[in-house]
């Protein structure tokens, strides 16, 4: 029986022919995923009209959604926005190109739809359309010159096209073929058209600027992409590769894709190695329930909601008066492995010697009231491995600081496995896109709630694991008073007994720290 769609259809499809669009590798987005990579590469933008870009618009969807965000964005903020205010808004923010003329028309009328709301006769929408041409017009964005003419942008975003050198050689000659070799760092070997698209929109992107794609998980693997692997470590720093392997995103196609987002920074001289190998298959051997749905994993504070969060906190050293009711403000920095280290903080660039955060007042939802004032294990966004600790006394989080709570398996047991050195590796040779400079790992939301957590013995008291189980408790409860390494030897060892590692693999997993303490000497 086939496996259902997860996705919903493309708000849109190609009009080329079907040999036209596999010559130029072009396969619309579904709705979803247009949604959710416009949020993860938009909501940390502190610009209220940042310049945005599609390279590849299509028929634009991914310019709409980037619309529809920005004016709830504004709208949240108070902002009433008529429609003369929308259009303003799109023509200062929205820019995109295709090669394809009957897509880039379909994409000004989408988005002049969007901008002229459901009221709008097809009369109003066509001349609202004809102003947006100067924002989206029909040309290659590996070449154009009015892009680059209106570089540098504050976010990019969309779908490259897909296209082999086997089959851009039929569509273009060996002088073109040798000019994009010329031109562009990742043209290398066998070389695929995404990659020189990704290439491009960093070069279109100002320092710090933010992008957002759905590209082929191949890129982490390949030998060709190797120059690109080379230009994110080096230029960039990745901060969400999300697998959408087995949720068949392109129905029509084999194409298994990823959402890539990543943020431009300034070049550095280490080049950091990415690793594709396969990570130790230990769900195949002891029953494990990924984190996320063992226990409700949250995010502390949310990108867009950090700036309100710190104009609200106080600072204990500077006011020794606290509010009547208040919290202790934590962020990943003060989070070790089994403790929490509170004060001397740093936010958004200002220092605390004791930050406390009001509970009382706007800005808090009742959520994340509980979430501050229920026991949880936290762990840090930031970290050369995981670092979770035990909060008993109700702290308030900061960006890039996760939760844990509500776990149907005793926290502590819970604890000393995230600790332990073999879920560190395998969070590191899964997700080796989240290497950074220096050997740490940038941790998100997503990718924290697929760690497998063994559960054998931790559901039947009578199972041989039991017993493993109920002294990793213990342990993790001694370890959080005492931080004694002999107690962190012991909990790795009883871990690895735990997920049936063999003598080779516990070796893998000594000899990936050796190493990374070595590199981060």
């Known amino acids: 029986m086939a496996a259902a769609h997860r996705y919903s259809s493309p708000l849109h499809e190609p009009v080329l ?17 247009v949604r959710d990579i416009v949020a993860l590469t938009l909501e940390p933008l502190a610009e209220a009209r940042p310049r945005l870009l599609d390279p590849a618009c299509g028929a634009g969807a991914f310019l709409v959604a980037a619309c529809r965000f920005l004016v709830g964005r504004l709208q949240s903020r108070g902002e009433p926005l008529d429609e003369a205010a929308r259009l303003s808004l799109a023509q200062d923010t929205l820019f995109g190109v ?24 097809p009369e109003r929408i066509e001349r609202l359309a004809a102003r947006l041409a100067e924002n989206i017009w029909t040309a290659d964005a590996l070449a154009d010159d009015q892009l680059s003419a209106q570089a540098p942008f504050d976010a990019v975003l969309g779908n490259p096209p897909y296209v082999n050198i086997r089959e851009l050689a039929k569509s273009r000659s060996a002088e073109e073929l040798a000019g994009l070799r010329g031109r562009f760092r990742t043209a290398r070997g ?48 990745v901060e969400h590769v999300l697998d959408l392997a087995d949720a068949r995103v392109f129905r ?60 609200r906190l106080i600072d204990e050293g500077e006011s020794p008066d606290s509010p009547p009711e208040s919290a202790e403000f934590i962020t990943s920095g003060n989070i070790d492995r089994y403790a929490i280290r509170l004060g001397n903080v740093r936010y958004l660039g200002r220092n605390y010697t004791r930050p406390r955060l009001p509970l009382a007042g706007p800005g808090l939802s009742r959520r994340k009231l509980n979430l501050i004032r229920e026991p949880k294990i936290v762990i840090a966004g930031l970290a050369r491995r995981i670092e979770a600790a035990w909060d008993a006394a109700g702290l ?24 332990s050195k ?20 940038a ?25 493993i189980a109920a002294t990793l408790a213990v342990l993790a409860e001694r370890q959080s008073k005492a931080h004694a390494p002999a107690l962190d030897d012991e909990i790795d060892r009883l871990v690895v007994r735990l997920y049936g590692l063999t003598d080779a693999e516990v070796a893998e997993v000594e000899s990936h720290f050796t190493h990374s303490v070595a590199k981060a000497a």
């Open 443 to 467: 941790f998100n939301k997503g990718q924290l709630a697929r760690l497998p957590i063994a559960i054998a013995g931790t559901t039947d008291a009578d199972s041989p694991a039991a017993e």
């Open 396 to 419: 308030a989080l900061g960006v890039q600081v996760f939760a844990v709570s509500e776990s149907c398996v005793d926290p502590r047991y819970l604890l000393a496995v995230l600790n």
């Open 17 to 33: 022919p079907r040999a036209q669009r596999r010559a130029t590798g072009v396969y619309y987005t579904p709705p979803e995923v």
């Open 98 to 121: 295709d090669i394809d003329d009957a897509a880039v028309c379909a994409a000004r009328l989408t988005v002049a739809r969007e901008v002229a709301g459901g009221d709008a006769t």
């Open 252 to 311: 029509r196609v084999a194409v298994y894709p990823q959402m890539l987002v990543f943020r431009k920074t300034s070049p550095v001289a280490e080049t950091i190695p990415w690793t594709c190998a396969d990570s130790m298959a230990v769900e195949s051997r002891v029953p494990t329930i990924p984190l996320g749905q063992l226990a409700r994993l949250s995010c502390g504070t949310a990108g867009f909601a950090a700036t309100k969060i710190a104009n």
């Open 422 to 441: 073999l879920l560190s590796y395998l969070f590191s040779t899964r997700f080796a896109a989240k290497r950074l400079a220096g050997r740490y790992l």
């Open 190 to 237: 066998s070389f695929d058209l995404y990659g020189l698209f990704v290439e491009r929109v960093h070069e279109l992107l100002r320092i710090g600027g933010r992008c957002g794609m759905i590209v082929p998980n191949k890129w982490a693997a390949l030998d060709y992409a190797q120059p690109l692997r080379e230009l994110l470590a080096r230029e960039a720093t």
